[in-house]
């Protein structure tokens, strides 16, 4: 008796996402790596906070940026870039003519993705949280958890469109991935208050889940100070992370439809080294 | 004979150095993409400065942070650009074997795609300190820069930056795996010990004794007093270095540049031989 399609896409995200979860066993030196190199950055911006005598908190503003900087070279480098890649070594044409739905590749992908980067961020927090002995507050741990999810879903529902979007380029892909890194960092105030650029800076940022994840995740971790230096409230920025989730995962499931078919069209879909 | 062949090497690798960088896109969006990354970059430690001190960009430390912030993208490019020519020759293009076996000086290949590595990172690090300069009142004045400690103290540095690079390109012969992480890890503990944002007095005691046995630190110090003497005067607490007059500040680079180098040099020769030996300049591992 054959497999619903409902089993046989679960077994496909489970398949996609297992080279992503066993891979952090494979190579246990990018583990390290992983977690490390956001330390350095951390620590660095730690420090220029410490010389200039700013509030404790600031330095748990840039714990956490930095925890979530993991996430977004991850949607980068693992979730745009990847059916470009997968392309070039071959892969795409096999998922594409495999019987399950495209959105389970890409589910797969980020639930794999999510695993492996949790694990990294989470190391991130607490050896910053321990090396720098700053106090979070957990009075709001339901809430917490609550923001962190609705920010992944939405984070990984924006890199599965831009998996889709990235099959349209070639040789610029590396260099676009390049490019949204800084400036993203900047715009979604991983190491300082978002407030700070001005309401219609933020605002355009917002399209970020990670913005407003962050933001609220601050005012959660430090509910005095945190309200302060808020863009938004907790609640308003949770209620446009819910949109965006729905928002992403709708475009990416229509943008990838309208790439394969372009693909196709174009004779481009198995093309490599353009 | 020797020095028009190695020019003709040094040219012809800087072209193809070009076309790989820049000939994905049209001049504009390259030219464009030059200078977001690196401001970008900057614009992050200004608006952390900005939220803490209100505004006020008038002062020593602003332009310390940002003068060094500045040049720091040498180390993050030309690092991680000397490693990577070798990395994406062997892995990516399949090149490197064919370069290997030409009649060319392999050191003049390298430095070739370096330079042009170095010429892109020196426009955006021209075009971060203009925009300190004119739109942040950073402290730069043509007028008093001090070159002889200037010049001196950024060809060194650069050089240094050169050479470990190529010894890290080595690692990346046995270890392509790793060739990232380590590379981005090294430039990273510059960046936190090396006094490039802030002054390395802040550091713990153990951490400082490590900062005075990098040449980045020096660099540092170095760049700053020839291209703003005045800042480094005014700037109130210490840097770490200020027992160091000019002299004995570039004689400490020199220094540890010539430790760096030998070490680089032998670790690169080391790593090739062994590469060599086990077959692995031509291998591909899909890293």
Same mark, same amino acid.
């Given at each position: ?23 952090? &066993? ?23 906070? &410490? ?38 070594? %071959? ?16 589910? %797969? ?82 190491? $300082? ?9 933020? /605002? ?8 407003? %994840?962050?933001?609220?995740?601050? !005012? ?7 309200? =302060? ?13 819910? /949109? ?31 | ?22 000939? *994905? ?13 690196? @401001? ?28 060094? =912030? ?9 690092? $991680?650009?000397?490693? *990577? ?12 074997? !064919? ?54 103290? $950024? ?6 930056? @050169? ?5 890290? %390109? ?12 380590? =590379? ?8 936190? @010990? ?13 951490? !400082? &004794? ?37 002299? !004995? ?18 670790? $690169?020769?080391?790593?090739? &031989? ?11 591992? /899909?890293?």
């Amino acid at each position: 008796m054959s497999d619903s399609w409902f089993v046989t896409n679960l077994r496909a995200i489970r398949g996609r996402a297992y080279p992503r979860v066993i891979g952090s &066993k494979r190579e246990p030196s990018w583990l390290f790596f992983d977690i490390t190199l956001p330390i350095l950055t951390v620590s660095a911006y730690a420090y220029i906070y &410490k010389y200039m005598d700013s509030p404790p908190e600031f330095v748990g503003y840039v714990i956490l940026g930095g925890a979530m900087t993991a996430f977004w070279l991850n949607i980068l480098w693992a979730m745009a870039s990847q059916l470009y890649w997968e392309k070039e070594i %071959g892969n795409l044409q096999l998922y594409l003519i495999a019987p399950i739905s495209r959105m389970s590749i890409l589910a %797969g992908m980020a639930v794999g993705g999510l695993f492996m980067t949790s694990i990294r961020a989470a190391a991130t927090m607490v050896i910053g949280v321990a090396i720098f002995g700053i106090a979070l507050s957990f009075a709001e741990p339901v809430m917490l958890i609550l923001v962190f999810v609705v920010t992944m879903v939405s984070l990984y529902g924006m890199g599965m469109m831009f998996a889709s979007l990235y099959l349209l380029l070639g040789r610029e892909a590396y260099h676009l991935s390049n490019l949204l890194t800084e400036p993203i960092y900047l715009v979604s105030g991983l190491y $300082f208050p978002v407030k700070a650029l001005g309401f219609w800076v933020a /605002a355009g940022a917002s399209i970020v889940p990670m913005t407003l %994840g962050l933001d609220a995740l601050r !005012q959660l971790f430090y509910p005095m100070a945190g309200s =302060n230096d808020a863009f938004l409230s907790v609640n308003t920025e949770l209620g446009i992370l819910v /949109a965006l989730c729905v928002i992403f995962l709708f475009l990416s499931k229509y943008s990838l439809a309208y790439m394969e078919k372009l693909g196709k069209t174009t004779g481009r879909l198995t093309l490599r080294w353009q | 004979m020797a020095v028009s062949h190695d020019l003709r090497t040094f040219k012809n690798a800087a072209w193809l150095g070009w076309q790989m960088e820049a000939n *994905w896109t049209d001049p504009f969006v390259f030219a464009t993409y030059s200078i977001v990354k690196p @401001l970008a970059g900057s614009l992050i430690l200004v608006f952390m400065y900005l939220v803490i001190m209100s505004g006020e960009t008038r002062t020593a430390f602003f332009s310390y942070m940002f003068i060094g =912030n500045a040049f720091y993208m040498f180390i993050a490019e030309v690092l $991680f650009g000397v490693t *990577w020519v070798i990395h994406d020759d062997r892995e990516h293009y399949m090149t490197l074997k !064919q370069v290997y076996i030409s009649p060319i000086n392999f050191y003049t290949y390298i430095l070739g795609r370096a330079a042009i590595k170095i010429a892109i990172t020196t426009i955006g690090v021209l075009v971060t300190l203009a925009f300190g300069v004119l739109a942040l009142g950073v402290e730069l004045d043509l007028g008093s820069v001090d070159w002889l400690v200037f010049f001196p103290a $950024f060809f060194l540095g650069l050089l240094t930056i @050169l050479i470990m690079g190529l010894a890290l %390109g080595g690692v990346t012969f046995l270890t392509a795996q790793h060739g990232v992480g380590i =590379n981005e890890g090294i430039a990273g503990i510059f960046y936190v @010990l090396s006094g490039v944002i802030f002054p390395i007095t802040v550091l713990p005691d153990w951490a !400082q &004794k490590i900062s005075l046995v990098l040449p980045v630190t020096y660099w540092m110090e170095g760049i700053r007093r020839g291209l703003s003497p005045d800042m480094m005067t005014s700037l109130s607490g210490a840097t770490g270095l200020q027992s160091f007059s000019n002299v !004995q500040l570039l004689l400490a680079l020199l220094v540890s540049t010539v430790v760096f180098a030998i070490v680089s040099v032998a670790v $690169f020769r080391y790593a090739d &031989k062994v590469a060599r030996r086990k077959g692995k300049i031509d291998w591909t591992t /899909a890293y």
